[in-house]
């Protein structure tokens, strides 16, 4: 029916009531009128039902390897971690399905403490279990927190991204997972505990604890400061598995301290300390090196499986550059075939990035940074020349920052 005629009768949206000179457009059916106002509005609640519900579906519960599976994709190397996090994650879902006892024993869930240097991709697993978990999840750190009342985020906050990943559902929020990034930056600025307000150190170690092994935190809806008069959402983190992450920078030395003291003479295992890699200290970690780092002893106690990242070898960097699917390559070739560009990276060039990354000693983060400053004359240039069909790039090009080969469209000719 033309909106016109719809005015003429002085037809009625059923839903919202507006007349029809009052809405772009109404559509009509046996008895009853739906404005276009009206329709958007049904497929925002058939959606946000969509979001709401997806978490709830009956669905296979993903097995370790097909976890471990996933994390492969997109993470180089770290398998003892990989295999940690998917056995723990499996855990948590099947502890959830089983609402944490069976036979009458209490399951208690397993938080994760990763230690790794910088630039192994301790981020980049909890990114990857993002995507791929039927559960809320969200991703905190802990750098921006301090103790109730002082500038900064509450602990609380933490529970805040969860609840919005959860659609605000609290039920779901009390389900699903946090990773804590640089957990090792709330360390005691000593060993010893502190005699002064600490209150972005040991004071967020105290107040986070019991967020750890379970209870139930009042939150702000929509995050900040909490106010008297503020409504609060009740959420209950018994069954919220924690995952925390940190390069623990100086850790090693704490535990080559400890290892070698067991050894004495110039032939013993103190000679062997210096040429242990930082991923070969981590992963002879104790609890006493982390308390001597700076944890406090209830923090650790919550953190019962700690597990170890590698440095990344030569090898490894390499592979991060081609194989995984967000490789570094294959994002910049995919950005320039918008441009209709094929782009293409010779061996030695990719070799010299490699041992340019290794010399900064951050990791993978390096071969981000490195390939930025190759691409960047390159991204800027190409756009503004005609008829560009490939681009190489080659070891000079990485080295002495010379120009790419480039091949040229023929140009078709004319009669």
């Not at 242990?276 to 090196?289: N, Q, R, T, V």
């Not at 499986?305 to 194989?323: C, F, G, M, N, W």
Request: glycine residues 6%; aromatic residues 6%; hydrophobic residues 40%.
């Amino acid at each position: 029916m033309a909106k016109d005629d719809m005015q003429s009768s002085s037809i009625f949206c059923t839903f919202c009531g507006k007349p029809a000179s009052e809405v772009e457009s109404l559509v009509s059916g046996p008895g009853v009128h739906i404005c276009n106002e009206c329709v958007h509005t049904a497929l925002e609640i058939i959606e946000n039902h969509t979001k709401r519900t997806k978490f709830t579906k009956s669905k296979r519960l993903p097995i370790p390897a097909e976890i471990k599976d996933e994390l492969d994709s997109y993470v180089i190397s770290q398998d003892d971690a990989k295999k940690t996090i998917a056995v723990a994650v499996y855990n948590h879902y099947k502890r959830i399905n089983y609402h944490s006892r069976i036979d009458d024993i209490d399951i208690e869930k397993s938080n994760i403490m990763l230690i790794g240097p910088t630039g192994t991709g301790k981020t980049l697993l909890a990114q990857t279990l993002a995507h791929f978990l039927e559960v809320p999840f969200a991703i905190a750190d802990a750098t921006v927190l301090t103790e109730a009342g002082y500038v900064g985020e509450d602990v609380e906050n933490i529970l805040v991204r969860l609840y919005q990943a959860a659609d605000y559902r609290v039920e779901e929020t009390e389900r699903g997972i946090i990773y804590i990034d640089e957990i090792d930056k709330i360390a005691r600025k000593d060993g010893n505990p502190s005699i002064t307000r600490d209150v972005s150190g040991e004071g967020v170690q105290q107040a986070i604890l019991k967020m750890l092994e379970g209870t139930i935190s009042s939150i702000p809806p929509k995050g900040g400061r909490k106010h008297p008069e503020q409504k609060m959402v009740n959420i209950n983190t018994r069954n919220i598995l924690f995952i925390c992450g940190g390069a623990f920078e100086g850790l090693a030395d704490i535990i080559a301290r400890r290892v070698g003291k067991k050894a004495i003479g110039f032939n013993s295992e103190a000679s062997e300390m210096s040429k242990l890699s930082k991923g070969e200290l981590y992963a002879m970690a104790e609890p006493e090196d982390l308390l001597e780092y700076g944890l406090i002893p209830e923090l650790i106690g919550r953190l019962p499986v700690v597990s170890s990242l590698d440095e990344l070898d030569a090898v490894a960097l390499k592979s991060i550059l081609t194989e995984p699917k967000n490789a570094l390559v294959n994002q910049y070739k995919k950005l320039l075939e918008i441009d209709n560009i094929n782009l293409d990276f010779e061996g030695g060039a990719l070799n010299t990035v490699v041992e340019m990354a290794k010399k900064r000693n951050t990791g993978a983060r390096a071969l981000r940074a490195i390939m930025e400053e190759v691409m960047l004359d390159i991204m800027y240039k190409l756009p503004s020349l005609p008829n560009v069909e490939s681009c190489t790039i080659t070891k000079s090009t990485v080295e002495d920052k010379k120009d790419p080969l480039l091949t040229f469209k023929k140009s078709k000719k004319t009669a």
